[in-house]
């Protein structure tokens, strides 16, 4: 439960959502246990009498198992790349493997995670990813047969507090505009941390040519700062001075913010050169704003037939595409329809059955 604690990413949240889902089923005992000790433990969550530093350092290598720190249970799911040596059958989950394919972009406690992996895998964990590309990865990168897809659910707003698309009124509401973003003109929007798998020079780059195009139309740039920065820098130095002033860049923003830049952008902009399942492309749809994206990593799956996708190094595609949806008043509704039915398949009820399947298989198989 590490991920619920502090600042909640993208991982943080998955967790969150599908242990409240997983709570509510019958014949199911949660023990959420953390590592952290500086974390505000509450009941039922138990605290292991092990510093997550030190925990990742001796389970890189074969470690005693720990069963009765967990409170001996039947399975233990670790929720977030990394699993504790236990003698029962364990669980991980794998978001992507972007880390494994460029471990340069890995700082040491994540290079860390990626050896406590690998050593759970070697010794007989199950995998568990969140889209059928992570899966196809997984098992390429860590030789296993032993993982499986569990999709997860869409996003929810705990303020509103429903597992379900958020109503428009209740968006409406709970949004608030960024301070100091021009509010008179169009703008693309892209949303999450400056790092380099979210590929943000190539859609500066695409940006520069539909600015050439449409002559007021901006591009916000949502998110904190990241290792890709000089990078996204580097890019819109090279934009005309004229373009450059329309690209605007926000910093980290509050969860209202957030929700007023869904609702007011003509599109989310997600041209990622991995992800493993892309919560921003469903916040989007479920706020009716059409996804421009790739085709890399699970963007497909999750995205269905409700995204505008181009290769994800070819900012010329991408260019297209967004002028397209800029343009086209037809194309803008169409996809913010789809966009509507596409968050319609997924459910966190629907994770935590499977979850929970997945959960009674294994202790079987044991």
């Known amino acids: 439960m590490g991920p619920t604690h502090g600042r909640r990413t993208g991982i943080g949240n998955a967790v969150a959502w599908a242990t409240n889902a997983l709570a509510a089923r019958e014949g199911l005992d949660l023990q959420p246990y953390v590592t952290s000790a500086r974390a505000r433990v509450r009941a039922p969550e138990r605290r292991l009498p092990l510093p997550a530093a030190l925990a990742v350092r001796l389970w890189a290598h074969r470690s005693p198992p720990i069963d009765r720190w967990l409170g001996?249970?039947?399975?233990?799911?670790?929720?977030?790349?990394?699993?504790?040596?236990?003698?029962?059958?364990?669980?991980?989950?794998?978001?992507?493997?972007?880390f494994l394919d460029h471990p340069e972009d890995a700082d040491r406690d994540v290079q860390r995670a990626a050896a406590v992996l690998r050593r759970a895998v070697a010794d007989g964990a199950h995998v568990v990813t969140s889209s059928d590309a992570t899966t196809r990865r997984v098992r390429e990168l860590l030789?296993?047969?032993?993982?499986?897809?569990?999709?997860?659910?869409?996003?929810?707003?705990?303020e509103v507090g429903v597992d379900d698309?958020?109503?428009?009124?209740?968006?409406v509401r709970l949004?608030?505009?960024?301070?100091?973003?021009?509010?008179?003109?169009?703008?693309?929007?892209?949303?999450?941390?400056?790092?380099?798998?979210?590929?943000?020079?190539t859609l500066v780059d695409a940006f520069g040519r539909l600015a050439?195009?449409?002559?007021?139309?901006?591009?916000?740039?949502?998110?904190?700062?990241?290792?890709?920065?000089?990078?996204?820098?580097?890019?819109?130095?090279?934009?005309?001075?004229?373009?450059?002033?329309?690209?605007?860049?926000?910093?980290?923003?509050?969860?209202?913010?957030?929700?007023?830049?869904?609702?007011?952008?003509?599109a989310l902009a997600y041209p990622s050169l991995d992800e493993g399942f892309?919560?921003?492309?469903?916040?989007?749809?479920?706020?009716?704003?059409?996804?421009?994206?790739?085709?890399a990593g699970s963007i497909p799956q999750i995205a269905g037939a409700a995204?505008?996708?181009?290769?994800?190094?070819?900012?010329?595609?991408?260019?297209?595409?967004?002028?397209?949806i800029v343009t086209s008043d037809e194309m803008h509704a169409k996809l913010v329809r789809r966009g509507t039915a596409n968050v319609a398949r997924f459910s966190w009820?629907?994770?935590?059955?499977?979850?929970?399947?997945?959960?009674?298989?294994v202790v079987d198989d044991a």
Not at 249 to 254: A, E, H, P, S
Request: charge should be negative.
């Open 212 to 266: 050439r195009e449409h002559s007021t139309v901006r591009l916000v740039i949502a998110g904190a700062t990241g290792n890709d920065v000089g990078a996204v820098d580097r890019a819109i130095a090279r934009l005309s001075p004229e373009v450059a002033e329309r690209v605007v860049r926000t910093g980290t923003v509050d969860g209202a913010s957030k929700r007023w830049l869904l609702l007011h952008a003509r």
């Open 278 to 295: 892309g919560f921003p492309i469903l916040e989007a749809q479920q706020a009716g704003t059409p996804v421009v994206a790739s085709t």
């Open 175 to 201: 949004a608030t505009p960024p301070i100091g973003l021009p509010h008179d003109t169009e703008f693309i929007l892209a949303l999450g941390t400056m790092e380099r798998r979210k590929n943000l020079p």
């Open 307 to 324: 995204a505008l996708l181009s290769p994800a190094n070819d900012s010329e595609a991408l260019a297209a595409n967004l002028y397209w």
């Open 143 to 158: 030789d296993t047969h032993r993982v499986r897809t569990v999709l997860l659910g869409p996003p929810v707003d705990d």
């Open 165 to 171: 698309q958020v109503g428009f009124d209740d968006q």
């Open 72 to 98: 001996r249970p039947d399975v233990v799911h670790g929720t977030n790349y990394v699993v504790p040596p236990a003698r029962c059958p364990r669980i991980v989950s794998v978001y992507d493997c972007w």
């Open 349 to 361: 009820a629907t994770t935590a059955e499977h979850y929970h399947a997945m959960y009674q298989e």
